[in-house]
């Protein structure tokens, strides 16, 4: 398919394996979107690049998506009094910029090293975000088990800022804190640009909401939703115009999605805060691997490196199996909590 980028993009065939595969891959994202508010995409992402779908498509697919979902999980979180609408807002608003930017730089290197190129560029990037978040946040998760304590606005970074009057400030109503406008800025264009270039705005998002601002993980994790849909309808209509969103994969993951959306933003309510950390570390450095298994197929298109087909052959199967693992443990922890605090609630006799 031609796009004003001049680029073709083949968008993938489908069948009923893709067509299961993409609803499941959907619901999973759902899932993990609604418990730790990230939108996502970085199990959706790579999901979809395993079954083929070039990186720019998934990337805008995957926006195209987000705002419908990322709507419906705000709502619902809301009800539970965890989001800061006028935070996701504002945010929101400079985080468009930063998408901007992204999908500016997306379609440079589309333009000059072609498709495989761009995938390279995409799962480089995950690696390097996946490693560089899950690690600080599972490290993080580790310390709250340990004593018991929510971390939020206790960070000496956070709180160090909120002591600096530069005005405009502004009140974060559902964290009970006040900040400069200013702080928010840098976070929220990092948010849009990795958001842009490979889905992922909430990597940034919600560690920066919970380190920098200083917000508590269960109102970071709620808000970026907020912030999500924003990036996410503005981006859809640049990426759009570009010809680079496929509405059948959008379609059938938002079916999934906005099913497993719901029970992730239940079990928010049922689980303790470090585990959300656990949950979204875990998958993170997972799908790192699977990204980092799938490098060398692109690098030996673009002929930086020689291997022969075999060998990437096996190396492609085994990035799409450990992709299959992430999902399938994801979903597990999740559903696993929910579960078990649901039958000690009632155990209890307070349900």
Not at 57 to 64: E, H, R
Not at 99 to 104: D, F, L, P, S, Y
Not at 110 to 124: I, R
Not at 202 to 227: C, N, R
């Amino acid at each position: 398919m031609h796009g004003p980028i001049g680029e073709v993009i083949q968008f993938i065939d489908l069948n009923a394996y893709t067509i299961i595969f993409l609803f499941l891959v959907g619901f999973i994202g759902g899932l993990v979107s609604g418990f730790i508010g990230s939108g996502g995409a970085f199990v959706l992402t790579p999901g979809m690049m395993s079954l083929g779908v070039p990186g720019t498509v998934a990337v805008a697919s995957n926006m195209c998506h987000k705002f419908p979902k990322a709507l419906v999980g705000a709502i619902k979180r809301y009800k539970y009094g965890q989001v800061d609408i006028k935070l996701g807002l504002i945010m929101g608003v400079f985080a468009e910029i930063g998408v901007q930017a992204g999908i500016m730089i997306q379609k440079h290197i589309l333009d000059t090293w072609g498709q495989a190129g761009s995938n390279l560029y995409v799962s480089v990037i995950f690696v390097l975000v996946l490693v560089t978040v899950g690690s600080f946040v599972m490290r993080d998760a580790m310390r709250m088990k340990r004593s018991q304590t929510e971390t939020g606005s206790g960070t000496g970074l956070a709180k160090r800022l909120q002591q600096i009057e530069l005005w405009p400030m502004i009140h974060v109503k559902a964290a009970n804190l006040r900040i400069s406008l200013w702080f928010l800025v840098p976070v929220a264009l990092a948010t849009g640009m990795l958001a842009a270039t490979i889905a992922v705005g909430g990597f940034i998002g919600v560690p920066g909401l919970m380190y920098i601002i200083g917000v508590t993980s269960i109102v970071a994790s709620a808000t970026e939703l907020v912030i999500a849909f924003v990036m996410g309808l503005g981006g859809t209509l640049i990426w759009a115009y570009y010809g680079m969103v496929d509405i059948r994969l959008v379609m059938i993951i938002l079916a999934g999605s906005l099913f497993g959306v719901q029970l992730g933003a239940i079990g928010t309510t049922y689980v303790k805060d470090y585990m959300i950390k656990y949950v979204m570390a875990m998958i993170m450095l997972i799908v790192a691997v699977s990204r980092f298994l799938a490098l060398p197929k692109y690098l030996n298109e673009l002929h930086l490196i020689a291997v022969n087909d075999a060998m990437v052959g096996v190396m492609t199967k085994m990035s799409f199996g450990i992709m299959c693992l992430a999902l399938l443990i994801g979903a597990s922890i999740i559903l696993a909590s929910l579960f078990k605090a649901r039958r000690l609630e009632k155990a209890a006799g307070l349900v």
